[in-house]
């Protein structure tokens, strides 16, 4: 059974920090493009980093610079540092296979708020 659970959100200041988890199932974990996507209230859910198996990152223009993705193979587990978080990056934050085709986790809730 494929599951990804998402761990770590809560609520923040802006300007302060979080790190976010994602362990997986190694039968989608091994060798696959992992990446961390969110939705906020009434958008649609978007990519905002992915990593390779090997290490290779990218990230949407709208966290560059302040998200940073990482995975420990070891773990089957994929994480996001996130800084310098604004009211922007409130959103439910998942992870999942880039492109996104295993089952959806409940995700992890993240409110940047004063």
């Known amino acids: 059974q494929v599951q990804l659970v998402e761990s770590g959100g809560g609520l923040v200041q802006p300007g302060g920090s979080l790190r976010l988890s994602c362990a997986a199932s190694?039968?989608?974990?091994?060798?696959?493009?992992m990446g961390w996507y969110r939705q906020a209230p009434g958008k649609q859910r978007e990519l905002v980093a992915a990593?390779?198996?090997?290490?290779?990152?990218n990230y949407a223009d709208s966290v560059k610079g302040r998200f940073t993705i990482s995975r420990d193979n070891a773990k089957n587990t994929v994480y996001l540092q996130m800084n310098s978080l604004n009211p922007e990056d409130t959103a439910v934050y998942y992870c999942?296979?880039?492109?996104?085709?295993?089952?959806w986790g409940q995700g992890t809730q993240v409110t940047v708020s004063s």
């Open positions: 990593i390779t198996s090997g290490g290779s990152t």
């Open positions: 999942n296979l880039v492109p996104s085709k295993a089952p």
């Open positions: 190694g039968s989608i974990f091994n060798r696959n493009r």
